[in-house]
């Protein structure tokens, strides 16, 4: 089975992903990542204002079978969160790149993303 | 991202995440105080092929190769409830046991009375060791037309409890013939509201079997053993059938494939018990009394651990089983802390899960037996935040 990772986003090699328009970025996780885990069933994410740093678990995406904890791919500050996942988590298997996003932050250090896989980069690392 | 299993205690399933060499991969912690056979090289079911044309995802339970999920635990869990669906549980162990004193043996070896049987009956039932601790849970069949006796060890426990028949016998002088059939017999679970339907379009007959019943039945052809017995609290049946033969029956049944993971969930909303994780004679050593399963403990027949939970029984289990509903936000999984409301330890979680029927977070916990009247108000400590909890009676569906 081949998966999507579209080229105008950035990866980590632990499955997120990060799109960024200008000063801010949305994070989620990839279509890989949501087909490992299966159900999507609970999450819990950080509230707006929360500091995050590149590297650390700031969310956490329980399917039936697993508890994930989500590393952020870059630092910055919370600004906003998909509530909708906590009525709806299966958004996060239906439609990993959009509507099922995670949370967006105001990016600290831009230069952060250069530290990111891209599309191809993290195509390979799931083939 | 970085998975933590949670289905089950023991099986891995696939793991994502960058960091594996941190997980711990411990290949079996499921020993128990009678050997258990070494697990190195996983079993694999008759029904192995079918599974991986499905594209089945696997996972190693009780060292055998097995269906976790085909398509999304969730969906084949909705089938079973709604409709009906099809399990290869040909991981559970098979022992046959015959000859004069075959209903004896089985006596000293198992809780439940095995005399009150009457051929072509099952009940479901424990094995004990002295100290009256579960070594496992079973059915026993006896068998239609005075054939003998049959038992379904949970997997990975069959060789275990193969050689206790084996001591039994020579302990107690008795007369009767073991057999270890785990590999001539393949078996497999429909279950499901449709079952009864579905059986009379392969079989061409009615589906005439009362619950706990098993007689023998030809599906396409073989020659194959069936009860009306399963682990889902749903209408449905079990087919034992022969080994060299099993693709036969399971493709005879047109109905979706489901996976452990389905399984899991499907027993756990009706609070049956999972060996090796509900209890386990080292890892979470427990008496049918503590277990919930007091019925299949019968006082007055001669089996092993007896007196022991006779003791239990007078005095009352300190800890028991219960049901648990997450009120706040969150899941309960195995192995978290159960408190009282002002934060003192009363017990911990053995299974848990988000019930796809309910939508619910549900558990099966063991706490003090002073907090197990239902509807008390417990925590449960989920990631180091205590969840308000309140004690469910089990099942948590009816049925």
């Known amino acids: ?127 | 991202m970085q998975s933590h299993r949670e289905f089950f205690e023991r099986p891995d399933f696939e793991f994502v995440g960058r960091d594996e060499d941190a997980v711990v991969t411990d290949d079996d912690q499921r020993v128990t105080s009678v050997p258990v056979p070494a697990t190195d090289m996983s079993r694999q079911t008759p029904l192995y092929q079918r599974h991986a044309d499905r594209e089945a995802r696997f996972t190693d339970f009780g060292g055998w190769e097995m269906p976790l999920e085909f398509d999304s635990i969730r969906d084949e869990h909705a089938t079973v409830r709604e409709a009906v669906g099809k399990f290869d549980v040909s991981h559970m162990g098979e022992i046959e046991v015959s000859g004069p004193d075959a209903a004896a043996l089985l006596q000293r070896l198992t809780t439940n009375d095995v005399e009150a049987l009457d051929p072509g009956e099952a009940q479901y039932t424990a094995i004990t060791d002295e100290r009256g601790v579960m070594l496992d849970d079973t059915m026993v069949y006896n068998l239609p037309e005075s054939e003998g006796y049959l038992f379904v060890p949970n997997a990975g426990h069959d060789e275990a409890m193969a050689e206790r028949c084996g001591w039994v016998r020579e302990e107690w002088g008795l007369d009767a013939t073991v057999e270890n059939a785990t590999t001539d017999w393949a078996m497999a679970a429909i279950q499901g509201p449709d079952a009864p339907g579905l059986y009379a379009s392969v079989a061409d007959e009615q589906f005439a079997l009362d619950p706990f019943e098993i007689d023998h039945r030809t599906i396409a052809g073989v020659d194959c053993l069936v009860a009306a017995t399963g682990y889902t609290g749903e209408a449905g049946f079990e087919i034992l059938a022969p080994w060299d033969e099993a693709t036969t029956v399971w493709d005879a049944f047109e109905c979706p494939s489901c996976g452990l993971g389905a399984r899991d969930t499907l027993r756990l909303e009706m609070g049956f018990l999972l060996s090796g994780q509900d209890f386990d004679s080292e890892d979470e050593p427990r008496t049918p009394y503590e277990a919930g399963i007091g019925f299949a403990v019968k006082l007055d027949t001669e089996f092993v651990g007896r007196d022991a939970l006779e003791a239990v029984y007078e005095e009352g289990p300190r800890e028991k089983l219960v049901g648990l509903q997450l009120i706040d936000r969150g899941i309960p999984r195995h192995g978290h802390t159960v408190t009282a409301q002002d934060g003192s330890e009363i017990g911990h979680v053995t299974s848990g899960t988000m019930s796809p029927t309910l939508g619910e977070p549900i558990a099966l916990a063991y706490v003090d037996a002073e907090y197990s009247t239902p509807n008390a108000t417990v925590r449960v400590t989920v990631r180091g935040e205590p969840k308000k909890a309140r004690i469910r009676a089990t099942p948590f569906l009816n049925r």
Not at chain 1, 36 to 53: C, I, N, T
Not at chain 1, 84 to 104: A, C, F
């Open chain 1, 1 to 127: 089975m081949s998966f999507e990772t579209p080229a105008d986003l950035r990866y980590l090699d632990s499955h997120e992903w990060v799109r960024t328009t200008d000063s801010t970025a949305r994070i989620g996780i990839s279509e890989f990542a949501q087909d490992e885990l299966g159900d999507v069933v609970f999450v819990e994410l950080p509230a707006e204002g929360d500091e995050l740093s590149a590297g650390e678990d700031f969310a956490v995406v329980e399917s039936i079978k697993a508890v994930s904890d989500i590393y952020a791919p870059v630092s910055g500050t919370v600004t906003a969160v998909n509530e909708t996942l906590l009525d709806e988590p299966e958004l996060i298997n239906e439609d990993p790149y959009g509507d099922g996003w995670l949370v967006e932050i105001e990016l600290t250090d831009d230069s952060e993303l250069d530290d990111l896989l891209d599309a191809d980069a993290y195509a390979d690392q799931i083939e």
